[in-house]
């Protein structure tokens, strides 16, 4: 199976991430496509891509570092984007959430960057991997990515880590976003700052539409939670998912990995 988003381009890995890899694929996660968050990780995640035959990258400005850019940052990540394993552009999008680490980068600020991320996209013809994370956020995306619908493809990309309310999440849809679940989908009740539990939006979204991401290091499903995570705990996400929907493990793993190729166009693995 595939996971869809993580970071094994990210500290956390530095050391062990051969392992993590050799891990991921013994329990039958195949594939693994890192996303960038700034033009150093992005670089990161293109390095590791050329490194391994089944790794591939996507790759952005996270809109938690919209306000520390470089004048070139557009230029630079357009050029990088060309890599033959450059996937797609993300995480990009509008993040409101009050982190104690990090506080809100100005709005305004992340609405520019990220219209800039779907100019790119359009440009390139590369899907998008949207980060959204507040309901006011995911809003504003939404309202942004109507206005531009122009720049939009006809599979125009995923909403990665999806959280929120069913009204956004069908205007989303509408729009012919697939929807990304993580590890926190195995938590208990409704997640801080949000409207709705999780389960309900897993429930709510058809299969044809859902792909399944661990956005390792962080949200490591339970009984995992609180530890490091890694691309092969999206066995449990799968299983999980199948509970819900009460539909075979087997038949979510086949049908998330096509919907990752749908997405994902230039995803191409030597069998
Ligand atoms: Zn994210
Ligand atoms: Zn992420």
Redesign the pocket.
């Known amino acids: 199976m595939i996971d869809a988003?993580c970071?094994l381009n990210f500290h956390s890995f530095e050391s062990d991430y051969d392992q993590v890899i050799k891990n991921a694929q013994a329990a039958g996660v195949k594939v693994i496509i890192n996303?960038g968050?700034q033009i150093n990780s992005s670089k990161k995640a293109i390095d590791l891509a050329g490194k391994h035959e089944n790794l591939f990258a996507v790759i952005a400005i996270h809109p938690h570092h919209a306000d520390k850019l470089e004048p070139a940052w557009l230029k630079e990540l357009e050029n990088l984007a060309k890599h033959p394993k450059v996937i797609g552009i993300g995480?990009c999008g509008l993040d409101y959430y009050n982190y104690q680490s990090n506080g809100i980068v100005d709005p305004s600020i992340q609405k520019k960057v990220f219209i800039k991320h779907m100019e790119l996209s359009h440009k390139l013809k590369l899907p998008l991997q949207i980060?959204s994370r507040d309901e006011n956020a995911r809003k504003d995306i939404l309202e942004i990515l109507y206005t531009h619908k122009n720049l939009l493809q006809t599979v125009p990309g995923m909403f990665?880590?999806v959280a929120g309310s069913k009204e956004l999440l069908k205007k989303a849809l509408d729009l012919g976003f697939y929807i990304g679940f993580d590890g926190n989908i195995t938590y208990k009740g409704v997640p801080q700052g949000e409207p709705l539990n999780l389960e309900e939006l897993v429930k709510y979204t058809p299969l044809d539409r859902i792909v399944v991401e661990t956005?390792s290091p962080?949200l490591s499903p339970i009984p995992y939670r609180g530890q490091r995570n890694e691309p092969k705990y999206a066995i449990i996400i799968a299983k999980f998912i199948a509970q819900l929907k009460n539909i075979p493990f087997e038949k979510i793993v086949e049908q998330t990995d096509k919907n990752v190729y749908t997405v994902f166009r230039k995803l191409k693995i030597k069998s």
């Open positions: 988003h970071h996303a968050t995480e980060h990665h880590c956005d962080y």
